[in-house]
């Protein structure tokens, strides 16, 4: 082994030295790793992290059996084994079946088919998987099929078997995505590969991975972080872009980059990340526009016209009260409540001591969004994930928010299939239970990372660079006994 690689394992943090939890599970396997371990001569921490990755997205396909062979036909078994995804269902009723172009405006298109009503990138990716699905399956005639009616389509024997294809292919798609996504997370701050562990195995990952398109707008903000952490404003704005032509929320990533590069008056660096992201959204997007500019703005318009749904604080309120919220009402308070939640993560962040992570502004700003918006389906924690795991990488934190977010995972199938009905009739009331418990975890891990950009000192991330100061004066090097002004690079 050379010098420069034992410095490298040295400045790695193991943690079974640095998280509470970690080190006492360790116990049982021969305690925390010691000061004289040596480096495997293969195995390295982001080797390991991909295996857990695959382990547990793996186990996700598992988890979703019970639906796969039930060929997703029946709602009982899609909410009692809490195996449902939307993916299955689209192969046939968005024109998958004929490779029907999403964004087409043809009319024998759009009399047979309802638009995509997800954002272009989401749109691409489905009909990416749909023409390798097709080809798989050895390439069917489709003429015929223009002939069948939508019944008679999905009843078909053979497109039934490629909507289970399509559903698998989508699958693998989300796997390589959440390899990706840690992969860029470990190297986010290269001294701390293992932070990565929380996404790998997270709960979350595992339950939600295969329930919609998600995955795709995650690896997006994990590689914005990345790209961060690197001094690489572009590249940043690059995978910003990217994940906002997946899903809206990765754009508010843009006001944590505000803040950072505001203080650090870096406006440079501020104008070419912005310009990229919105050029990179432009370019996603024209393909659509330019071949349905009607198809393009279904998504648009069907979240605007969208009324409470699953798991929002509107719902709660309009099933507890009985009075229905009108769309613009919602609109306008959602949007008010959350402008006045980024004015608030903007002084938060311009007023603490030292500059706050990208990773905490982020997950502040997304999880403001979340707590007001319209509809908060099971699948959006994935939305925090990679920032939630960076923000606070604490198994005692992620395990109290992730537990609030599995029980609601649970009781919203449970919902869905009636089985949280009282039994001589009545209100949801466990459904309303759960709803309210997953907002108060999430705001608990919203109070621990407000506390850290306040109090730097309790940021175990910014406390890494604490010791190591300490160590290096110790040592006689530099007594720089303070912490690390910013805390985002990957050194």
Not at 8 to 26: E, G, M, Q, W
Not at 398 to 414: D, K
Request: net charge neutral.
């Amino acid at each position: 082994m050379s010098g420069s690689e034992e410095n490298d394992h040295r400045r790695i943090v193991h943690p079974t030295v640095d998280d509470p939890i970690t080190a006492a599970l360790s116990l049982g396997v021969g305690g925390p790793v010691g000061e004289h371990a040596g480096r495997h001569s293969w195995w390295t921490p982001v080797q390991v992290l991909l295996a857990l990755t695959a382990i547990c997205f793996a186990l996700g396909f598992v988890q979703k059996t019970p639906c796969y062979r039930a060929t997703w036909s029946s709602s009982e078994t899609n909410y009692s084994d809490m195996c449902y995804s939307d993916l299955p269902y689209l192969y046939v009723d968005r024109g998958f079946a004929e490779l029907d172009w999403p964004y087409s405006s043809a009319i024998a298109v759009r009399d047979r088919y309802q638009v995509m009503e997800y954002p272009v990138g989401i749109s691409y990716f489905a009909y990416a998987s749909a023409y390798l699905t097709h080809w798989l399956s050895g390439s069917p005639n489709l003429d015929a099929r223009g002939g069948m009616s939508q019944p008679q389509l999905a009843a078909d024997p053979k497109v039934h078997r490629e909507t289970l294809l399509f559903t698998a292919v989508e699958g693998v798609g989300f796997a390589l995505c959440a390899l990706l996504a840690v992969w860029f997370l470990s190297g986010v701050h290269l001294r701390r590969p293992w932070d990565a562990a929380y996404f790998a195995v997270s709960p979350a990952l595992l339950l939600e991975g295969l329930i919609n398109w998600d995955l795709l707008a995650v690896v997006c903000v994990a590689g914005a972080l990345w790209a961060h952490a690197r001094g690489r404003p572009g590249l940043t704005g690059v995978m910003i872009g990217l994940g906002t032509a997946m899903k809206l929320y990765p754009l508010f990533l843009l006001g944590g980059l505000v803040v950072v590069y505001g203080r650090e008056r870096r406006w440079r660096d501020l104008a070419g990340a912005t310009a990229t992201g919105l050029a990179t959204w432009v370019v996603v997007n024209t393909p659509a526009f330019v071949s349905g500019r009607a198809q393009w703005n279904v998504f648009w318009s069907y979240n605007t016209h969208r009324e409470a749904d699953l798991g929002s604080v509107w719902l709660m309120l309009q099933q507890m009260t009985q009075h229905t919220f009108g769309v613009h009402t919602i609109n306008v308070v959602s949007w008010l409540f959350f402008g006045a939640w980024c004015a608030a993560v903007a002084v938060l962040g311009f007023s603490a001591r030292l500059t706050p992570r990208l990773a905490q502004l982020g997950f502040l700003l997304v999880a403001g969004f979340l707590l007001v918006n319209k509809v908060y389906s099971p699948q959006y924690t994935l939305w925090l994930l990679p920032l939630a795991v960076l923000a606070r990488p604490r198994w005692r934190d992620q395990l109290i928010w992730q537990g609030g977010e599995i029980l609601y995972f649970a009781s919203v199938w449970w919902y869905l299939g009636g089985h949280l009905e009282p039994g001589g009739g009545g209100d949801p009331g466990f459904y309303w239970l759960a709803i309210i418990v997953r907002m108060a975890t999430e705001l608990y891990l919203v109070g621990i990372v407000v506390r850290d950009v306040l109090l730097p000192e309790y940021d175990v991330v910014r406390e890494v660079s604490w010791r190591d100061h300490f160590s290096w004066w110790r040592q006689g090097g530099p007594g720089q006994l303070a912490l690390t002004p910013s805390a985002d690079g990957a050194g």
